[in-house]
């Protein structure tokens, strides 16, 4: 979503709300979890390559620091 123009993010995210609705499974890389948390189930976090965090959607709001460090977000 980063340098896009907003009428495009609200698509974007409009047209995987409706792939979601449908029953895929859709893998999205983004650093913006703003973005991502509304649409997704689980988070993953990578650094250098490998995964050092994963949880669910539901505790999003309890690893907020730990993603404004590993992410700057």
Sequence with gaps: SEGLAPVIVQALGRA???LR???LTIVMVTHDPRF??????????????????TFAASELEARKDMLHEVLGV
């Design 21 to 23: 609705a449908k029953g």
């Design 16 to 18: 995987i709300r409706t």
């Design 36 to 53: 991502a948390a509304p649409l997704a189930d689980r988070f993953y976090v990578i650094e250098h390559g490998r995964v050092i965090e």
